[in-house]
């Protein structure tokens, strides 16, 4: 086993353990400590939550949960004589759920997949579904099944939701500057436009006083994308990928956190993956003046793994840019598009007995393909939605005989 150079106790808080990490996004946090370029070592992850989330039948710790803790981040990790300009290559040797662990945390033999209410958070469809729900999933070795969704086994592409480096000063004063702007275009929004920083339940590692202060009130929220990697979600990110992430600060900074067993493409529900507390173990290495060499200035890029299940018959789900709510066509709306491949896939799964809870939180956090298929005949832009037809338990293909109905139980519903 590499060395282990984060460690967690999955017992404690992350702002309890001996040396905590971070949930918000800001050069001044130090590193815990400093590796050498060609180093491979251990990082353990807490739950994203801070382990908010329960083992039960009831969706009410979904409904409540508190997203100022998000995300729970292990590091920053310096890596010896990165410099603004570089790129820190990082390669994922391994990662999964909490080894041998069975217990009350998320990763401890089993994780979650939820639906965030419309007014704490959302997702993708959280105007069809505003209220919270959740699926609880046991792991079987790499296959993972819900009492909350019975008839349905898959194996899952276990990767980490977020990784980034840190920002620049600079940087991170952009981040606000364009992210409050796009607020103050719909500030009453619900869900919000972005999350502007919150010093209220910051994290900020092992940083105190008014350094600290300063961070916590200037530190961004980790919930996107970022030019620095951050909350990428991508499924493919999983073993034997390679990730070149651009540096910004002396040391390049690393995090990660946010495991998931599997997802979806898209992570639909936005807490769509099945979350868990785990462990990730890492390669680095150094490109020198890298961002110049290869023209990579505003996003990282990456090389997928080549683990993951190997499905071969799919149904299909399309959707174009149309609101057909209102029978409103939108030029080239990809997002929409997408969307109605989601809805479209939910009526689907609908006619077996699934509830249209249910088949949001199976399409979140099952191995499902979303592909832009079609981006240039104007005006509707055209999404798909491939669903494995293996990971269901009676035959879900149509026939002549029509949709097998039966009882699907139910998910976790609030009270």
Not at 177 to 202: F, G, K, M, S, Y
Not at 356 to 373: D, F, H, K, T, V
Request: proline share 7%; hydrophobic share 35%; glycine share 12%.
């Amino acid at each position: 086993m590499p060395e282990v150079v984060f460690s967690v106790d999955q017992a404690l808080s992350m702002r309890d353990q001996k040396i905590p990490g971070h949930n918000r996004w800001h050069p001044g946090i130090p590193p815990v400590v400093t590796v050498r370029p060609g180093s491979e070592f251990r990082v353990e992850c807490r739950d994203w939550t801070d382990n908010q989330i329960g083992n039960n039948d009831s969706a009410n710790d979904v409904r409540d949960v508190d997203l100022t803790h998000a995300h729970m981040l292990s590091g920053p990790i310096g890596v010896e004589g990165a410099e603004p300009g570089d790129l820190l290559v990082v390669d994922i040797l391994d990662l999964g759920p909490i080894p041998q662990a069975v217990g009350e945390v998320s990763g401890a033999g089993w994780g979650y997949t939820g639906i965030f209410s419309r007014d704490n958070g959302g997702g993708f469809l959280t105007d069809h579904f505003p209220d919270s729900y959740k699926a609880v999933w046991d792991f079987h070795g790499q296959q993972a099944t819900s009492r909350h969704i019975p008839g349905v086994r898959y194996t899952g592409i276990t990767h980490p939701g977020l990784m980034g480096t840190a920002p620049s000063a600079a940087m991170l004063a952009r981040w606000n500057a364009r992210e409050q702007a796009l607020i103050d275009t719909d500030p009453n929004r619900v869900p919000a436009l972005a999350l502007p920083p919150q010093a209220h339940n910051a994290l900020v590692g092992q940083l105190t006083g008014d350094a600290g202060t300063r961070a916590a009130r200037e530190g961004a929220r980790t919930v996107p994308a970022r030019e620095n990697g951050g909350n990428h979600d991508i499924k493919n990110l999983t073993r034997g990928a390679r990730i070149f992430y651009p540096v910004h600060v002396r040391g390049g900074l690393l995090s990660v956190g946010d495991l998931h067993f599997s997802q979806g493409d898209g992570e639909i529900t936005f807490c769509g993956a099945i979350e868990m507390g785990g462990f990730i173990d890492l390669h680095v290495d150094l490109i020198k003046r890298g961002m110049e060499k290869y023209g990579v200035t505003t996003n990282p890029i990456f090389m997928p793994g080549n683990v993951e299940p190997r499905y071969s018959e799919f149904i299909s789900f399309v959707g174009i840019s149309v609101d057909h709510s209102t029978d409103t066509n939108h030029y080239l709306d990809a997002t929409l598009a997408y969307r109605n491949a989601c809805l479209n896939a939910v009526e689907y799964l609908k006619t077996f007995g699934y509830s249209g809870e249910q088949a949001y939180l199976l399409l979140g956090s099952a191995p499902i393909e979303g592909r832009l298929s079609g981006v240039v005949d104007i005006p509707n832009a055209c999404c798909t939605l491939y669903l494995p037809t293996a990971i269901f338990d009676f035959d879900i293909r149509p026939t002549a005989d029509g949709p097998r109905q039966a009882d699907r139980g139910r998910c976790a519903a609030t009270s």
